[in-house]
């Protein structure tokens, strides 16, 4: 029998221990069965009290690093079980839309323990995305340096981004938002409202299409970007693929390609908060890139990942998106670069997801954007 959500919630609050402060409560408990278009699926809650949680990584040996907003890193066993917070971490600002964010390990972190955090940091002029990296040592981070930090400030509390992907040779990609300003998206002297793409030390890559552009900031990879919450290499073309939120409608599916310009905000499909009037000057313009899918109304895209595991095999090559707004796991069956269909799963199930990813297990783990968050594995029933 399935218990019903709060049924749970209250369940797992009763089972609560005074591991962390404050407490992470985990008990393997099935929140529900779900059904989908190609599997029936039970939800199994694996830890429940985390803080608006942002990113989820899976260190070789099968435990779990999760970010919270509030600036806490956990690190948990492969079953959720609270082990440890780190400790070793930067000044971390919790401003609005703006905390800790996303975390990704070095390509050979079995070799170099090393870890990259985003996350918004305060400086001359307000606060803005930034990324450190340190080497996990135990508990703890060390040797750690700021690597990147996304000039200029601003006192605005929206759109930081910020995914961290790396593409497998070398780079790191950080996405960011506008900051709420929409006009620096399309200023090449300014970070906001783009993609940069530096080497995995922080250093800046030769080939970045604006190094030799008088004016332009060295680290840009593309422009014309709003809020990039959603990013991950196709695992085929190695191509990096990124949603993005639009106003209001006009959600983004977006092909990131060297030096493209993505429009934002002289082209979109959304328009104005409240009002409902035209953004920008038109839905598509020469020389921009268009979305190879988008929704409206928003669902408020956000963390994404291909499926390229083996515990749901008819899913293979689907890409993966969580939505915040449409409180659902949306897949997208892909044709080379076109979507052919969209499904919209485990709808108003566990909340609004804020990031997905594929375990070692070939299973699917969620993060829950709440004050009393949850990581939730997906499951088929077999």
């Not at 608006?52 to 999760?66: E, K, Q, T």
């Not at 599916?253 to 493209?260: F, S």
């Amino acid at each position: 029998m399935f218990l019903r959500f709060k049924a749970v919630r209250v369940f797992l609050a009763a089972l609560s221990v005074a591991l962390l402060a404050p407490a992470l409560a985990n008990a393997q408990a099935t929140l529900k069965s779900s059904r989908t278009q190609l599997y029936n699926v039970k939800l199994v809650i694996l830890a429940i009290g985390l803080e608006n949680p942002w990113s989820l990584a899976f260190l070789p040996d099968g435990r779990m690093l999760v970010t919270e907003r509030v600036g806490r890193l956990r690190l948990l066993d492969a079953n959720g079980k609270a082990l440890a917070t780190v400790s070793g971490l930067p000044k971390i600002a919790e401003i609005g839309q703006g905390g800790l964010m996303d975390v990704a390990l070095h390509p050979q972190f079995s070799d170099n323990h090393l870890v990259y955090l985003s996350y918004a940091g305060r400086g001359d002029g307000g606060y803005g995305t930034e990324v450190v990296r340190g080497k996990l040592v135990e508990n703890r981070l060390e040797d750690v340096r700021v690597i990147f930090k996304m000039e200029p400030k601003s006192q605005s509390g929206v759109h930081f981004g910020s995914r961290l992907v790396f593409d497998g040779k070398g780079h790191l990609f950080i996405t960011l938002g506008d900051r709420g300003n929409k006009d620096r998206a399309q200023r090449l002297d300014d970070d906001a409202g783009s993609i940069v793409r530096l080497n995995d030390d922080g250093s800046i890559p030769q080939d970045n299409p604006f190094t030799k552009q008088a004016g332009a900031r060295p680290e840009l990879y593309t422009k014309g970007n709003r809020n990039v919450q959603g990013a991950a290499m196709h695992p085929d073309s190695g191509q990096l693929w990124a949603d993005e939120h639009g106003p209001q409608g006009g959600d983004e599916l977006n092909i990131i390609r060297a030096g493209a310009n993505y429009g934002w905000p002289l082209v979109t499909a959304g328009v104005n908060y409240g009002t409902g009037t035209k953004i920008g000057e038109a839905t598509s313009k020469a020389g921009m890139e268009q979305p190879i899918y988008t929704w409206s109304p928003s669902i408020a895209p956000s963390g994404m990942t291909f499926y390229t595991g083996d515990r749901f095999p008819q899913w293979k090559g689907n890409l993966l998106i969580g939505a915040l707004r449409g409180r659902a796991l949306v897949r997208l069956t892909l044709r080379g670069e076109a979507v052919q269909s969209e499904e919209r799963m485990l709808v108003n199930d566990v909340g609004r997801i804020r990031d997905v990813r594929v375990g070692p297990d070939g299973l699917i783990y969620l993060l829950t954007d709440s004050s009393d968050g949850l990581l939730v594995r997906v499951e088929p029933i077999e």
